[in-house]
């Protein structure tokens, strides 16, 4: 009977489940990745991610390496009418944007999946097991006991652990034995999406992604890396999706841009895309991430960005529980602080689904004149706030992730704080708090990083604070003017029920 039991069991190898296993890998914890496919999904999916998901690879030591297969994307996105004139630009930074790298960075989803698993294989704690698919699950008061199919043998066994992670995508059999229900969004909508390679460049398509707002054919076309370009084609009343994918459908599609002498197909299929949150995100030792927990329409490109948000959430969470820094209770936090924030990307997605997807002319007509057409309105990602949880403080820029500033030695801030929570702010101050604190600090290993340096002090003084308590997710925990302010946002850090004080 002394079979192993797991830290964790990490249920889905996508990009949920990989940085997951890489940032627990990075804690030590002891993990089991269970992966049904024998191969990384090789549909096309994600191409984009924002500078915060660039931060939690940094985070888990793997920048440089999803830098060698992705590029910054500097000038946004564009969604142009039917004429080509812009309405609205989703903004591009350069690379020292607020997250210290660029706000949008493209790349093709297999090999950033390619990138993450060879990131795993650094772990030995991490161990990770393909073609075994999660059959079922039991719970019990240790831990929870999974049913393993090995699909090349079909032979079955069964794996032990204190806590399991959902990260199994979109039809998720985690959710199911939660038996959460959904918040349903309301787009539902099947678009066709064809990926090209070209054989030479092609000077009349842009480098920014472009949203082709045409009532008569709803498009997206965007550069992906390298020769790889993708569109995104709605599928109309009357579609056929069978003949939609075939080359005789697809060319005359692209036409205005693009002819089969200059590219080639590499794969087109319909996907529905979907606007969903899951209502309950854990139970007991079960939990939910990514595609698993919520589903958004690509119009931002924030899918994947929220399952790799979510597991920044959960990662360090899991270490204190699991090494008894904090009580189970902590993990009620994941869903309270990432479901607000997952759906406030979800409903913009869904807003600019409106825009996109509009087929009936007048109303195409209206909406142009509304924006009007020509002096484009430029926007940024959002950065809402966590919902209630590990945190404490009426407004923003509590609950809202920090940005990354360079420190006057030379090193991103990131790279000083590690997985780690951090203080910021002024010596004085600092030496002044409870003893109470100063033990918690040491508890949680708080990195203890004094004002002197120009760029937080600069960050200090336009909040007209004088501290800032940092999580691990680089999510603002509070502000603090007073030594007793700092005390008292301290008390909201993990901690043990008998050391509550
Ligand atoms: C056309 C399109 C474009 C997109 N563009 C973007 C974009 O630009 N930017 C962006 O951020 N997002 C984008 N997305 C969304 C993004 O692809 C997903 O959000 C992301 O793949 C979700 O990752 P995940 O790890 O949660 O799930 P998945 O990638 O679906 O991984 C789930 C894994 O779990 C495994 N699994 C399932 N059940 C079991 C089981 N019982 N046992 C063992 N293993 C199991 C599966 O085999 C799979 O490997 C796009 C999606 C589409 C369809």
């Known amino acids: 009977m002394n079979e192993p039991v797991f830290d964790v069991a990490i249920m889905g190898y996508g990009p949920a489940g990989a940085t997951l296993a890489n ?38 030591g793997l920048r440089a390496a999803v830098e060698t297969i992705s590029r910054p994307g500097l000038t946004g996105m564009h969604f142009n009418n039917a004429q080509g004139e812009t309405l609205l630009i989703r903004g591009g930074t350069n690379a020292r944007g607020p997250h210290g790298c660029a706000t949008n960075h493209y790349f093709h989803q297999p090999e950033l999946e390619g990138v993450l698993r060879q990131g795993v294989q650094r772990f030995d704690c991490v161990q990770v097991r393909q073609q075994q698919e999660v059959e079922s699950i039991e719970e019990d008061a240790q831990g929870a006991t999974l049913q393993v199919k090995d699909m090349q043998s079909g032979a079955r066994s069964h794996v032990r652990a204190r806590y399991v992670i959902g990260c199994d995508g979109a039809r998720s059999l985690v959710r199911k034995l939660l038996g959460s229900g959904k918040t ?128 920044a959430n959960l990662a360090w969470k899991l270490d204190a529980v699991l090494r008894g820094r904090a009580n189970e209770e902590l993990l009620d936090t994941y869903e309270s602080e990432r479901a607000p924030h997952a759906r406030a990307f979800i409903e913009l997605a869904v807003t600019l689904g409106d825009i996109i997807q509009t087929t009936n002319p007048q109303a195409a007509r209206e909406r142009d004149a509304k924006f009007k057409a020509g002096q484009p309105t430029i926007f940024e990602f959002p950065t809402p706030r966590l919902g209630p949880g590990v945190w404490l403080g009426e407004a923003a820029p509590v609950a809202q992730i920090f940005p990354q500033p360079e420190l006057q030695d030379g090193r991103w801030l990131d790279q000083v704080i590690g997985l780690h929570f ?33 760029n937080i002090a600069a960050w200090l003084k336009t909040q007209q604070v004088a501290a800032v308590v940092l999580r691990p997710d680089r999510y603002i925990a509070g502000v603090a003017r007073s030594a007793a302010e700092l005390d008292e946002i301290s008390r909201c850090l993990p901690q043990v029920a008998e050391s509550v004080h």
């Open 422 to 454: 951090a203080v910021l702010g002024d010596p004085e101050l600092l030496s002044q708090v409870s003893p109470e604190t100063r033990q918690l600090w040491q508890i949680h290993g708080m990195v203890v990083c004094p004002s002197t340096d120009p």
């Open 23 to 60: 940032l627990l890998g990075l804690y030590g914890l002891a993990c089991v990745v269970l992966e049904k496919d024998a191969e990384i999904y090789p549909l096309p999916r994600a191409i984009h991610f924002d500078g915060e998901v660039m931060r939690v690879f940094e985070t888990a």
């Open 184 to 311: 349903d969004l309301g787009l539902h909508q099947p678009w066709l999406v064809f990926d090209v390679r070209l054989k030479a460049d092609v000077p009349a398509l842009p480098d920014h992604t472009v949203q082709h707002c045409d009532p008569a054919r709803p498009m997206t076309y965007c550069n992906v890396t390298g020769n790889r370009r993708r569109w995104e084609i709605m599928l109309m009343p009357g579609d056929d999706p069978a003949k939609m994918v075939q080359p005789e459908t697809l060319w005359p599609l692209v036409s205005p841009w693009l002819t089969p002498a200059q590219a080639e197909i590499e794969r087109a299929v319909i996907y529905t895309f979907h606007s969903t949150i899951a209502q309950g995100w854990r139970r007991g030792r079960l939990l939910l991430a990514g595609d698993a927990a919520h589903q958004m329409p690509p119009f931002l490109g924030q899918g994947m960005c929220a399952a790799i948000r979510d597991v």
